[in-house]
């Protein structure tokens, strides 16, 4: 994506925009000029925490005599705008003025919004075709200054009847929330993450949080984050308190709910776990996988679900002997299975013939049956008890 003016009310990116030359110029090294220039840039956006190496100010925000051949740059004999060392930002985008903004340009802005689209490139496919359009800048202003404003008065109007509600049905210390987090961009370098909060009993979402990944240690910390600051304002704000929370497996979130949540119970997302091949397989215990057993995957996972759905008790020693089963019913043993809680397979005899061929033992698979020889991978699973990762369907909130 572009680089732009990270100045509220700004938003230029390189090249002649709106009339004007705009050149960009990146943070400065120095640390206390840093701070001046995020100081500056707080002044114009509250939400501001600190410039980063790829943050960007354009040249609009400084006077001609700040730069080095400014003349030259404006006239076209220089190609790039140099600082002079040390400068700091002064000048601030002018407030808009009262003119309200054409509708139909508000209602083009606020479709790319809504829609996710990129504004650079909608935009662009409008100029391509010759169709008059507002610029990005504009764009950015309307975001900034009418849509973003609107969302967050939608979403508080919403929010607050809904946690009220619960609050006035006694529902706290009841809660069934799933949590779980999302990145802007996949993997770790996402610049931010967000957290959303569901309530299972009324499918409502109550709380989302964005974590900015410069506020925490890496990107990866994000999820952590949002999810403490999402009890902590169910919590602080309206006195909520969670009796179930729904997670993914991160290590560190089973961790911290662990030592500060001590009254929530923790489960973990059957959805999650269903989508993980490796996990599904080291649940069952093989060790050695070819690939006849890519062909059981559906079924594998069809019967992870039938478990969790078939206890409605939710005694986790009977879901678990159910979940154990599956390693003897794909190698055609459907009886005899070694196990008191659930020592056959529920389903009827089966008679016909099956495309997917049953897995030997001898060949194929090995099932492990003595939990002493775990690797450390399986270890991080076995402290995933089976009792504690099943909640009837869970499907991940966003
Ligand atoms: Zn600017
Ligand atoms: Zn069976």
């Known amino acids: 994506m572009p680089s732009r003016c990270v100045v509220g009310g700004c938003g230029f990116g390189y090249g002649p925009s709106a009339g004007q030359k705009v050149a960009l110029h990146t943070w400065p090294k120095d640390r206390k000029l840093r701070k ?162 569901l309530e299972q009993t009324v499918n409502k979402v109550l709380d989302i949080q964005v974590v900015q990944s410069k506020e925490v240690k890496n990107a990866s910390w994000c999820e952590l984050e949002g999810l403490k600051r999402s009890v902590s304002f169910l919590r602080d704000a309206y006195n909520l308190r969670i009796a179930v929370l729904i997670t993914d497996r991160h290590m560190q979130i089973v961790k911290w709910v662990r030592e500060n949540l001590p009254h929530t119970i923790r489960r973990f997302d059957i959805w999650h776990i269903a989508k993980c091949r490796k996990s599904l397989y080291t649940h069952i215990q093989i060790l050695l996988i070819h690939e006849a057993v890519g062909k059981w995957r559906k079924s594998i996972v069809n019967h992870l679900y039938w478990c969790a759905a078939s206890t409605p008790s939710g005694d986790g020693d009977e879901i678990s002997a159910k979940w154990e089963s599956v390693a003897f019913h794909v190698q055609n043993q459907h009886t005899d299975l070694n196990n008191a809680r659930f020592p056959a397979c529920a389903h009827p005899p089966l008679v016909e013939q099956r495309p997917k061929e049953w897995l030997t033992p001898r060949k194929y698979i090995c099932i492990k049956t003595s939990p002493n020889h775990e690797t450390c991978h399986l270890e991080a699973l076995y402290k995933v008890k089976i009792s504690q990762i099943i909640q009837i369907g869970q499907k991940c909130p966003i």
Request: positive net charge; charged residues 20%; proline residues 6%.
């Open 36 to 197: 001046k220039w995020d100081k500056f840039v707080k002044e114009t956006r509250k939400d501001w925490i600190a410039g980063s190496d790829k943050s960007v100010l354009c040249n609009l925000h400084f006077t001609s005599e700040d730069f080095l051949g400014y003349l030259q740059w404006s006239m076209g004999f220089k190609r790039k705008l140099a600082l002079k060392p040390g400068t700091i930002p002064t000048i601030k985008p002018a407030k808009s003025s009262n003119r309200p903004s054409p509708f139909l340009n508000l209602l083009l802005s606020a479709a790319i919004l809504f829609t996710g689209n990129l504004p650079t490139q909608s935009l662009r496919i409008l100029s391509c075709m010759n169709v008059a359009t507002i610029n990005t800048a504009n764009f950015f202003r309307h975001q900034q200054q009418y849509l973003q404003p609107k969302v967050e008065k939608l979403w508080k109007d919403d929010q607050v009847p809904i946690l009220h509600s619960l609050k006035a049905s006694g529902a706290d210390g009841k809660l069934i929330c799933a949590g779980d987090g999302r990145s802007d961009s996949p993997g770790h370098c996402a610049k931010y993450g967000s957290y959303t909060m």
